[in-house]
C-alpha cells in the first residue's frame, strides 16, 4: 500500500489507484491522522455524520468501515482480526485503529529525507550538499499541493496541515542553501519563486529568493524582490530588518559571491560545418541539451552523446546546437566526421583525427606525436582551462571517441551515433539525448521551407500526405522535397500519389548513397549479428504499431531470453525503438526495409502463423480473467516456438489497453492472410474489453472481418456469436433496428445446432434490445426464455446473469420485492461462482430497486459494491456513480451527489453516451442549490432516478 497525502490523499495498491468516495476519505484520514492509535468510534461518529450517539450513526460508521477495510484489503474478505483497520475496545471504550507500516505514507518519507539532508548538510562538504541537494529535490518533487487537499478545510486536520506546511517550507530553505552553495543557483529559482507567489508575506522565503537572484547574476530582480516584500510588510505594519539589511547589500553589491571561473582566451578554431538554411523541430530537445551543456558542473567535462536511428537527423541538429553553443566557447569549435557508418570508407582511426585538431589548435605539424598516447597528453594539454566546444560526429564506438575527449572541465563535448555506447554513458558520464521522428506538424514544415510557403500553401493536403509518407523521417522527406522544388511544373499531389503508387523506398533514392534512405537504413543492418538481421527481417512483418519481447519471440520462434538480447542489439543500432520500457516500434520506412528483406516466403509465413497464436492466446487468457465464465471457444495449440502472455503476469485491463490498436490489426491480419479461425476467434477474445470500454466502431470492425471468416468455415455457432457482439456495437450506436435484426439472424443459424447456451444468450441479448426500444413485455419474455435454457443446459453463471436480468424487468414495472427476490438468488450464485464480473450488474439492479423503496442507504451501499467490483467496464460506473448521486440527493448530501455525478458527467462525456446531459442538468440544478424534491414518488420529478441503459452483460 502507498499512501500520498502530500496534495489530494491518494491510495494505491501495487502501483493500482484505490478509488474511495468523500466518506471514506474522510474516514481514512482520520485513521491516518492518529496513525497507530486508537480513534473512540464515538469521535469518528460525530466528524463523520455529526451524532455520536444514534443507533443509525453507529450503523452507518460500521458499514463506512467495512467497505474501507474491503477497498484496503481487497483480498482479505472474510477473514478476521487481522486488518488494517483493528477493532480495539468494547462498549463505550470502543473504537478503530489502522496499522498501516508508516514508510507506506509519502509525508513520512518527506520528513525523514528532511532530517537526513540536514544531516548530511551539517557535514559542511561539497560532495554531502550534492547527497543532500539531490535527496531533497527528490523529496520535494513529490509535494503535489495542499497536504490533505481534500480535507484542508476540515478542523480535525487543520494543526496537521499547518505542521506539514512548516515542514515544505523547511525543507524549501535547505534545498536553496544547498544548491546555492554549490554554484547551481538557477535550480533552486522556481520553488522559491512559486513559494514567494504562495505567501508573499514571508520574509525568510523572499530572503532566499533575492540572494538566489543576486548569485545568478541578476541584480536589479534580486533588488526587486526585497523592494516588493518591504512594501507589502510595511503596508501590514510589520518589520522587515533581515530584508531592509539584504536590500542595502545587493544594491551596494557587498553580498558575498562565490569565486568565478576562468579567464577568456582568443579563439582559435573553426571547424563547425555551417548550420542549414532551414532547420525545424526538435525545440524541447534541444533547449534541454543546451540547459544541460551551459548549466553543467565545471568540475568535470560534459559529453553530450546525439543518438537515433539513421536518416532522423542527428548531425544536422548537433550541428544546429552546436552554433547556439559556439557564442559560449569562445577558445572555438573542434569538428571531425569519424565516418563510423559510412558505405565507401574506412572509419576514422583516433591518430587521424588528433593530428588534424593539434594543428587547428596550432601545434605545428613537425611537433605532432607520431604515438597515441602521446597525441591524446598534448590534446587535452592544449585544452586544459580553454572553453572549446568539440563535435564529433557518425562515432561507431566508444574506443573510437574516447582517446578524443578533451579531459578539460572547461570543454564541452557533442558526439553523435547510431550506437548507443552504453559505455559512454556509464564510464564517462555522457547525457544521452535520442532523437525520434518529426511529429506530423513538424515534418510538414520542413516540406513547406524547402518547397516554398506559397507553392505549400496552395495544396496543404498533399504536403501532410507526403509528410505521412515520409514517416516524420527528415532525410526522407528532404529527398522527397528536394524533388518536389527540383520538378515546380508537378503538381504535389501527383508527387505524394507517386509516392505512394510506387513504394516510398523506390522514391527515396539518389545516386549518393548518403542521401539515398535504403542504402543509409543498409548501413545499419549490414553491422548485425546473423540472428539480430533474422529478426530484424520478420519485424517487418508485424502489423502493429509496437510490439513486446515476448510477440518478437514467439515471431521469431525464439525464447524470451533470446529475443531480449537481440532486441537490445537492434536497439543499440538503432534499428528499433523502445517507445516505453518494453514496447518497441519499427517506423514505416524501417518496417517496409525489412519487408523488402524477408523474402523467404515459407518462413514469412511460418512466422505470421506464429504471431497470431501469440496474439490470440494472449487474448484468451487475459479474457478469461476478465470474464472467466463467459461461454468458450476452442482454441487450438499453439505452435512450437509460441510464447504467450502469462496471465498470472499481467493485469489482463491493461494488457489489452496497451495492446488495443495491435489486436485490432492482427485481426485484419488474419483475415487478410486466409487464418479465419484465428480471425474469428481473436474478435471473440476481444469483444469483453472492447465492450466494457464503449469501442464500439472497433467492435464493429473486428466482429465484421470475424464474421466472414465465420461463414467460409460455415460454423453456425460462431457466426451467431459474432452476429451478437455485432448487435451490442450497433445498438450502442443507435442502430437499434440494425442490432435486432443482427439477434435474429444469429437466432436462426443456432437453429441448425446444439446449442442451447448460444440460444440463452441471444435471448438475453434481445431483452436487453428490447428493453431500449421501450418493448417491456417482450424484453420480460425474452429473459425468462434464457433463464430456463440456463437450467436446462446447467450453465450456473448463465443462470445468474438471466435471474438478474429477469429481477430488472420486475423492478421496470415497479415489483421491486419481487425484483430483490430474483437479484438475491443471483447474488448466491455469484458468490458460489467467486464470478464478481456478474455481480456488478446484479448489485447495480439491486440498487435501483432499493432507491425505488426509498431505502437509499441500502441503496448507497448496493451501488459502492458495483463500483467496488467493475473491472475497467467505464459504462457500468458512469451508471452506478449516477444512481449513487441520486441516492445523496434524495438523502440531502448535496456535496456527495454533485461528486458523484461529476465523476458520471466526466465519463459519460468521454464514452458520448446519450445520459450525460439528464446527469449534466442535474449537476447545474445542485449547483443552483435547488433543494431536494421530496422522498418516494417525489423523486419522480427534476431529479428523478435516470433508468439505466441496461448492459447487454446483464
Given at each position: 500500500m502507498d499512501v500520498s497525502i502530500l496534495g489530494p490523499i491518494q491510495l494505491c495498491r501495487d502501483g493500482v489507484p484505490v478509488p474511495l468516495g468523500p466518506q471514506l476519505t474522510t474516514l481514512f484520514a482520520i485513521l491516518l491522522l492518529e496513525l497507530g492509535k486508537p480513534v473512540p468510534s464515538r469521535r469518528l461518529a460525530t466528524l463523520l455524520t455529526g451524532d455520536d450517539a444514534s443507533d443509525a450513526a453507529r450503523a452507518t460508521l460500521r458499514s463506512h468501515v467495512a467497505h474501507l477495510r474491503r477497498a484496503l484489503e481487497p483480498g482479505e474478505r472474510g477473514r478476521r482480526g487481522n486488518w488494517l483497520i483493528a477493532t480495539v475496545g468494547r462498549g463505550a471504550a470502543a473504537g478503530y485503529r489502522l496499522d498501516l507500516d508508516p514508510a507506506c505514507v509519502d509525508a513520512v518519507r518527506f520528513e525523514e529525507a528532511l532530517r537526513e539532508s540536514r544531516?548530511?548538510?551539517?557535514?559542511?562538504?561539497?560532495?554531502?550538499?550534492?547527497r543532500a541537494a539531490a535527496m531533497l529535490r527528490s523529496a520535494l518533487d513529490q509535494w503535489h499541493g495542499e497536504p490533505y487537499a481534500d480535507l484542508a478545510d476540515k478542523p480535525f486536520a487543520l494543526a496537521e496541515v499547518a505542521r506539514l506546511r512548516a515542514v515544505h517550507r523547511a525543507a524549501l530553505l535547505l534545498y536553496a542553501e544547498a544548491v546555492n552553495g554549490l554554484g547551481r543557483h538557477?535550480?533552486?529559482?522556481?520553488?522559491?519563486?512559486?513559494?514567494?507567489?504562495?505567501?508573499?508575506?514571508?520574509?525568510?522565503?523572499?530572503?532566499?529568493?533575492?540572494?538566489?537572484?543576486?548569485?545568478?547574476?541578476?541584480?536589479?530582480?534580486?533588488?526587486?524582490?526585497?523592494?516588493?516584500?518591504?512594501?507589502?510588510?510595511?503596508?501590514?505594519?510589520?518589520?522587515?530588518?533581515?530584508?531592509?539589511?539584504?536590500?542595502?547589500?545587493?544594491?551596494?553589491?557587498?553580498?558575498?559571491?562565490?569565486?568565478?571561473?576562468?579567464?577568456?582566451?582568443?579563439?582559435?578554431?573553426?571547424?563547425?560545418p555551417p548550420d542549414l538554411p532551414f532547420f525545424v523541430g526538435r525545440a524541447q530537445e534541444l533547449s534541454t541539451a543546451e540547459a544541460r551543456l551551459i548549466e553543467r558542473d565545471e568540475q568535470r567535462p560534459a559529453i553530450l552523446l546525439v543518438l537515433g536511428p539513421a536518416g532522423v537527423g542527428k548531425t544536422s541538429s548537433s550541428v544546429h546546437l552546436a552554433h547556439r553553443l559556439a557564442p559560449r566557447f569562445s577558445d572555438g569549435q573542434l569538428y571531425a566526421n569519424l565516418r563510423g557508418f559510412d558505405a565507401t570508407a574506412a572509419a576514422l582511426a583516433p591518430t587521424e583525427v588528433l593530428r588534424a585538431f593539434l594543428e587547428a589548435l596550432g601545434v605545428a605539424p613537425e611537433q605532432i606525436p607520431t604515438n597515441l598516447n602521446a597525441q591524446v597528453a598534448r590534446y587535452q594539454a592544449q585544452l586544459r582551462d580553454r572553453r572549446i566546444l568539440i563535435m564529433l560526429d557518425n562515432a561507431h564506438s566508444a574506443d573510437?571517441?574516447?582517446?578524443?575527449?578533451?579531459?578539460?572541465?572547461?570543454?564541452?563535448?557533442?558526439?553523435?551515433?547510431?550506437?548507443?555506447?552504453?559505455?559512454?554513458?556509464?564510464?564517462?558520464?555522457?547525457?544521452?539525448?535520442?532523437?525520434?521522428?518529426?511529429?506530423?506538424?513538424?515534418?510538414?514544415?520542413?516540406?513547406?521551407?524547402?518547397?516554398?510557403?506559397?507553392?505549400?500553401?496552395?495544396?496543404?493536403?498533399?504536403?501532410?500526405?507526403?509528410?505521412?509518407?515520409?514517416?516524420?523521417?527528415?532525410?526522407?522527406?528532404?529527398?522527397?522535397?528536394?524533388?518536389?522544388?527540383?520538378?515546380?511544373?508537378?503538381?504535389?499531389?501527383?508527387?505524394?500519389?507517386?509516392?505512394?503508387?510506387?513504394?516510398?523506398?523506390?522514391?527515396?533514392?539518389?545516386?549518393?548513397?548518403?542521401?539515398?534512405?535504403?542504402?543509409?537504413?543498409?548501413?545499419?543492418?549490414?553491422?548485425?549479428?546473423?540472428?539480430?538481421?533474422?529478426?530484424?527481417?520478420?519485424?517487418?512483418?508485424?502489423?502493429?504499431?509496437?510490439?513486446?519481447?515476448?510477440?518478437?519471440?514467439?515471431?521469431?520462434?525464439?525464447?524470451?531470453?533470446?529475443?531480449?538480447?537481440?532486441?537490445?542489439?537492434?536497439?543499440?543500432?538503432?534499428?528499433?525503438?523502445?517507445?516505453?520500457?518494453?514496447?518497441?516500434?519499427?517506423h514505416d520506412l524501417l518496417r517496409a526495409y525489412a519487408g523488402e528483406l524477408c523474402e523467404d516466403e515459407p518462413e514469412r509465413q511460418a512466422a505470421r502463423r506464429r504471431l497470431l497464436d501469440?496474439?490470440?492466446?494472449?487474448?484468451?487468457?487475459?479474457?478469461?480473467?476478465?470474464?472467466?465464465?463467459?461461454?468458450?471457444?476452442?482454441?487450438?495449440?499453439?505452435?512450437?516456438?509460441?510464447?504467450?502472455?502469462?496471465?498470472?503476469?499481467?493485469?489482463?485491463?491493461?494488457?489489452?489497453?496497451?495492446?488495443?490498436?495491435?489486436?485490432?490489426?492482427?485481426?485484419?491480419?488474419?483475415?487478410?492472410?486466409?487464418?479465419?479461425?484465428?480471425?474469428?476467434?481473436?474478435?471473440?477474445?476481444?469483444?469483453?474489453?472492447?465492450?466494457?470500454?464503449?469501442?464500439?466502431?472497433?467492435?464493429?470492425a473486428t466482429q465484421s472481418l470475424a464474421l466472414s471468416a465465420a461463414v467460409r468455415l460455415d460454423d453456425r455457432s460462431a457466426q451467431a456469436q459474432c452476429r451478437r457482439e455485432l448487435s451490442h456495437a450497433l445498438a450502442g450506436l443507435g442502430r437499434l433496428e440494425q442490432a435486432r435484426d443482427q439477434l435474429h439472424r444469429a437466432l436462426i443459424d443456432l437453429s441448425d445446432v446444439a446449442d442451447p447456451i448460444g440460444q440463452a444468450y441471444n435471448h438475453l441479448s434481445l431483452g436487453w434490445l428490447y428493453e431500449l426500444q421501450g418493448d417491456q413485455r417482450s424484453a420480460t419474455h425474452h429473459d425468462q426464455v434464457a433463464l430456463d435454457l440456463f437450467r436446462r443446459g446447467g450453465d450456473r453463471s448463465g443462470q445468474a446473469r438471466a435471474l438478474n436480468a429477469v429481477g430488472w424487468d420486475y423492478a421496470q414495472v415497479g415489483n421491486y420485492r419481487q425484483a430483490i427476490g430474483y437479484c438475491r438468488q443471483a447474488l448466491s450464485l455469484?458468490?458460489?461462482?467467486?464470478?464478481?464480473?456478474?455481480?456488478?450488474?446484479?448489485?447495480?439492479?439491486?440498487?435501483?430497486?432499493?432507491?425505488?423503496?426509498?431505502?437509499?442507504?441500502?441503496?448507497?451501499?448496493?451501488?459502492?459494491?458495483?463500483?467496488?467490483?467493475?473491472?475497467?467496464?467505464?459504462?457500468?460506473?458512469?451508471?452506478?456513480?449516477?444512481?449513487?448521486?441520486?441516492?445523496?440527493?434524495?438523502?440531502?448530501?448535496?456535496?456527495?451527489?454533485?461528486?458523484?455525478?461529476?465523476?458520471?458527467?466526466?465519463?459519460?462525456?468521454?464514452?458520448?453516451t446519450g445520459d450525460a446531459d439528464a446527469v449534466r442538468a442535474k449537476l447545474e440544478l445542485t449547483r443552483a442549490r435547488v433543494p431536494a424534491v421530496g422522498h418516494g414518488e417525489g423523486e419522480r420529478g427534476a431529479l428523478r432516478t435516470a433508468p439505466s441503459i441496461r448492459s447487454p452483460e446483464k
Open positions: 544531516r548530511l548538510f551539517a557535514l559542511g562538504d561539497a560532495e554531502h550538499a550534492d538557477a535550480e533552486a529559482m522556481g520553488d522559491l519563486t512559486g513559494a514567494v507567489a504562495a505567501d508573499p508575506y514571508d520574509e525568510g522565503l523572499r530572503c532566499m529568493l533575492a540572494l538566489t537572484l543576486y548569485r545568478d547574476g541578476r541584480t536589479d530582480e534580486a533588488a526587486e524582490v526585497c523592494r516588493d516584500g518591504l512594501a507589502l510588510l510595511g503596508r501590514r505594519g510589520i518589520d522587515a530588518p533581515e530584508l531592509h539589511d539584504l536590500q542595502r547589500d545587493i544594491l551596494r553589491r557587498e553580498v558575498r559571491q562565490p569565486a568565478g571561473g576562468s579567464a577568456g582566451r582568443p579563439t582559435v578554431p573553426r571547424m563547425l573510437q571517441v574516447r582517446p578524443l575527449l578533451p579531459g578539460s572541465a572547461t570543454c564541452v563535448t557533442v558526439v553523435t551515433s547510431r550506437n548507443r555506447m552504453s559505455s559512454l554513458i556509464a564510464v564517462d558520464g555522457a547525457h544521452p539525448l535520442t532523437l525520434g521522428l518529426l511529429d506530423e506538424g513538424e515534418a510538414a514544415q520542413l516540406v513547406r521551407d524547402r518547397i516554398g510557403i506559397d507553392r505549400a500553401g496552395q495544396e496543404p493536403e498533399a504536403v501532410f500526405e507526403i509528410a505521412r509518407l515520409c514517416a516524420g523521417l527528415p532525410l526522407a522527406l528532404s529527398i522527397a522535397a528536394a524533388r518536389a522544388a527540383a520538378n515546380p511544373q508537378f503538381d504535389l499531389r501527383s508527387l505524394a500519389g507517386d509516392l505512394a503508387s510506387a513504394g516510398v523506398l523506390d522514391r527515396l533514392t539518389d545516386s549518393d548513397s548518403s542521401v539515398d534512405v535504403r542504402a543509409v537504413f543498409s548501413w545499419s543492418y549490414r553491422a548485425l549479428t546473423p540472428a539480430a538481421a533474422r529478426l530484424f527481417r520478420l519485424l517487418g512483418l508485424h502489423p502493429g504499431p509496437d510490439f513486446t519481447a515476448a510477440a518478437a519471440a514467439s515471431l521469431a520462434g525464439l525464447s524470451r531470453r533470446t529475443a531480449n538480447a537481440l532486441l537490445v542489439e537492434l536497439t543499440g543500432a538503432h534499428l528499433t525503438g523502445e517507445r516505453v520500457p518494453g514496447r518497441y516500434v519499427l501469440h496474439y490470440l492466446h494472449s487474448a484468451v487468457a487475459a479474457d478469461k480473467v476478465l470474464m472467466p465464465y463467459r461461454q468458450p471457444v476452442a482454441v487450438v495449440a499453439p505452435e512450437e516456438g509460441v510464447t504467450p502472455e502469462d496471465p498470472a503476469e499481467v493485469d489482463p485491463l491493461a494488457w489489452f489497453t496497451v495492446e488495443h490498436q495491435t489486436l485490432i490489426a492482427v485481426v485484419g491480419c488474419a483475415a487478410h492472410a486466409g487464418l479465419d479461425r484465428h480471425a474469428a476467434q481473436l474478435a471473440w477474445a476481444m469483444a469483453t474489453y472492447l465492450g466494457r470500454g464503449s469501442y464500439w466502431h472497433d467492435v464493429l455469484h458468490a458460489e461462482l467467486g464470478d464478481d464480473a456478474g455481480a456488478v450488474n446484479t448489485w447495480d439492479t439491486l440498487g435501483y430497486a432499493y432507491h425505488h423503496l426509498g431505502e437509499y442507504s441500502i441503496a448507497i451501499e448496493c451501488y459502492e459494491q458495483a463500483l467496488c467490483l467493475n473491472v475497467g467496464h467505464r459504462f457500468k460506473e458512469a451508471e452506478a456513480l449516477a444512481h449513487l448521486g441520486d441516492c445523496h440527493h434524495a438523502l440531502g448530501d448535496m456535496a456527495a451527489a454533485a461528486n458523484s455525478w461529476g465523476r458520471a458527467y466526466a465519463i459519460m462525456t468521454e464514452l458520448r
